[in-house]
C-alpha cells in the first residue's frame, strides 16, 4: 500500500471511530450533537464534489441534487406513507437518474462552460420546486416529516448521520482506489488521450456524475428527515460552493479530504459565532489564509511541516 493511500485509510477509519466515541465524552449535549449531524451530512454530499473532481469536472450543482433527494424522501413519506428506510435508498436512485439523464447532456463541456452551466443548473432545480405546486407545496414546502426513531434522545439521529457518512466514506473509497477510479484519473489528465486507448470517455463520465448525484440525494435525504421539513431554499447556490469548498480545504489528494473539509469549516463557523457580525468576515480570511498557506489542503499539514523542517 503506498504511503498516500495508507495515511488516508488511517485518517478515514480513525475519524470514524472516534465519532462513534465521542457522544460519551459530549456527555449527550444536543446542540454538540446536532452541529456533529450537521458536519455528516454536508460530508455524505461533498463527497459527490469531489468524485466529480476527479474526472476534471468542477461541480456547483451538487446542492440540486440534493434538494431532489430532500423532495423525494418528504413526497415518499408525506404523500405515500413510505418507511424512511425505503425511501433513502429510493431518494438516491432518483437523484441518480436525475443526474445521469442531464449528465448525459452537460458533461460534454468542460472547464468554466461546465461550471458556469451547473450555477445555473442548481438554480434551475429550485425554482422547479419552487413552482411545484401542489406537489411540492411552494415556498411553503414540506413539512412535518416523521423522524425514523422514536423518543426524544438525539443518540439514534446521529449514529445514522455517522453509519451514512461511513456509507458515503465506502462508497467514495472503492470508486477511487479501483480500476474505475484509475480511468476517471485517466480521464481528468488527458480525454483524448484515454478515449484514444478505448475508453468510452462520455460513459465514464455520465457514471461518476450519477454516483456523485446519487449521494447528494442520499445526504439531501437524511437533512430532510433530520430537520423534518424541505423548502426550496434548503439547498442553494451557495450550499454548492460550500462542497466544493470542503473538497479544497480538505485536499483533493485524498478521500477523506472532502470529510475533513466539512467538518473543519463548519465547526469553525461555529466557533466564530461569538464574533457575531464580524463571524462571516474573520470566517473568510482564514480561509483565504488556509488556501494560500496550505494549496494541497489540510491533508497536506504533515507534507508541508516536513518540507518546512528539511
Known amino acids: 500500500m503506498n504511503p498516500l493511500k495508507k495515511r488516508d485509510l488511517t485518517i478515514a477509519l480513525g475519524f470514524l471511530v ?6 460519551l465524552a459530549l456527555g449527550g449535549s444536543r446542540y454538540l450533537l446536532s452541529v456533529l449531524m450537521n458536519c455528516a451530512g454536508l460530508s455524505l454530499i461533498a463527497f459527490g464534489v469531489w468524485i466529480t473532481f476527479t474526472i476534471g469536472r468542477i461541480n456547483i450543482c451538487q446542492a440540486g ?10 413526497i415518499l413519506l408525506s404523500r405515500f406513507g413510505l418507511s424512511f428506510w425505503l425511501a433513502l435508498p429510493l431518494s438516491a436512485l432518483v437523484s441518480a437518474a436525475a443526474g445521469a439523464v442531464i449528465g448525459s447532456f452537460i458533461l460534454k463541456l468542460r472547464g468554466i462552460y461546465f461550471s458556469m452551466l451547473t450555477i445555473c443548473l442548481t438554480e434551475a432545480i429550485r425554482l422547479a420546486f419552487l413552482n411545484g405546486g401542489d406537489f411540492t407545496q411552494g415556498s411553503k414546502g414540506i413539512t412535518g416529516l416523521p423522524q425514523p426513531f422514536e423518543g ?17 466514506l465506502l462508497v467514495t473509497w472503492r470508486v477511487h482506489y479501483s480500476r474505475l477510479g484509475r480511468i476517471f484519473r485517466a480521464m481528468r489528465l488527458n480525454e483524448d488521450l484515454a478515449e484514444s486507448f478505448g475508453t468510452n470517455v462520455w460513459r465514464y463520465r455520465v457514471v461518476a ?7 447528494g440525494g442520499l445526504g439531501g435525504s437524511y437533512f430532510a428527515v433530520f430537520t423534518q421539513s424541505v423548502y426550496p431554499q434548503s439547498f442553494t ?10 473538497c479544497f480545504l480538505g485536499g483533493l ?4 479530504g472532502a470529510m475533513i473539509g466539512a467538518f473543519a469549516l463548519t465547526i469553525l463557523f461555529e466557533l466564530l459565532s ?3 457580525q464580524y463571524q462571516t468576515l474573520i470566517y473568510g480570511v482564514l480561509m483565504i489564509a ?3 498557506l496550505l494549496p494541497n489542503g489540510l491533508m497536506a499539514i504533515r507534507a508541508a511541516t516536513k518540507e518546512g523542517r528539511a
Do not use: K
Open 18 to 23: 472516534v465519532l462513534a466515541f465521542l457522544p
Open 65 to 74: 441534487f440534493a434538494l431532489i433527494g430532500g423532495y423525494a424522501t418528504a
Open 152 to 168: 426524544d434522545s438525539p443518540l439514534p439521529m446521529y449514529y445514522l448521520a455517522v453509519a451514512l457518512l461511513g456509507v458515503g
Open 209 to 215: 456524475f450519477s454516483i456523485a448525484c446519487a449521494l
Open 237 to 246: 447556490v451557495e450550499h454548492s460552493i460550500y462542497y466544493m469548498l470542503f
Open 253 to 256: 489528494e485524498f478521500v477523506s
Open 274 to 276: 461569538q464574533f457575531q
Open 290 to 292: 488556509v488556501i494560500l
